[in-house]
């Protein structure tokens, strides 16, 4: 079993649908991380969270600590959106990362 | 404001020949910095990742190896490349543990 799973693998929505995309770990965490890799590879951080909950614009981010489980939300969602979405564990730099999960959303 | 510096953005390399990708930090100092690897159609992977100057902690063994010569200057190096070793190799920084990191905009490496 992998220690980070990632959930769906692959996600299509229509422009304006509410996202969820879905992370568990096994492991013992000090943070989690949220990123955003582009078709040309490129990766953009999104959040760093190690308990609650953190908005930026559309995109919020939760963690569940006990239940080992954090969950990407975007609202209102676009195509520019359409990216795979990387869900990344920090155990003091120990760094495990989902599979991802690649969203694309239709105008 | 701080910016990251990878390249080359793209290397195709025989079997067997040397490596040598860089990755430089403009901005800050003292930070941590990690080299990634993406092999294709797996997940990200950390390979190396370093708290100072001359401080190397390896994740994964393997053909490659990290020096880092200059506070904000990051190595990834091999003397003789595998096939194995092609993949998408990352650059990042952070402020320390537990903080948000930066990625470079990668290198492709394709070993014929």
């Known amino acids: 079993k992998n220690e980070v799973e990632q959930s769906p693998q692959n996600l299509t929505a229509q422009e304006g649908e509410f996202i969820t995309i879905n992370c568990s770990y096994s492991?013992?965490?000090?943070?989690l991380h949220w990123l955003q890799q582009h078709p040309g590879g490129g990766i953009v951080s999104l959040f760093m969270?190690?308990?609650g909950k953190k908005k930026h614009g559309r995109l919020i981010a939760t963690i569940n600590i006990q239940e080992k489980h954090s969950s990407l939300h975007i609202t209102a969602s676009h195509p520019r959106d359409s990216a795979v979405y990387i869900c990344?564990?920090?155990?003091?730099?120990?760094?495990?990362f989902g599979a991802g999960t690649r969203l694309t959303v239709k105008p | 404001s701080q910016t990251i510096h990878q390249w080359p953005a793209t290397l195709v390399q025989p079997v067997g020949s040397p490596l040598s990708l860089e990755c430089t930090v403009e901005g800050t100092s003292n930070p941590n910095l990690y080299w990634y690897r993406q092999a294709a159609g797996r997940g990200l992977q950390l390979l190396f990742y370093s708290v100072g100057i001359g401080q190397i902690s390896s994740e994964v063994p393997q053909n490659l190896s990290a020096s880092r010569p200059q506070d904000r200057q990051f190595i990834l190096s091999s003397k003789k490349l595998l096939l194995s070793d092609s993949g998408f190799y990352l650059c990042?920084?952070?402020?320390?543990?537990?903080?948000?990191?930066?990625f470079g905009d990668g290198t492709r490496l394709s070993i014929l």
């Open positions: 969270l190690s308990s």
């Open positions: 990344a564990v920090d155990n003091n730099n120990d760094m495990r």
């Open positions: 990042a920084w952070s402020r320390g543990l537990n903080q948000p990191q930066h």
């Open positions: 492991v013992g965490i000090s943070a």
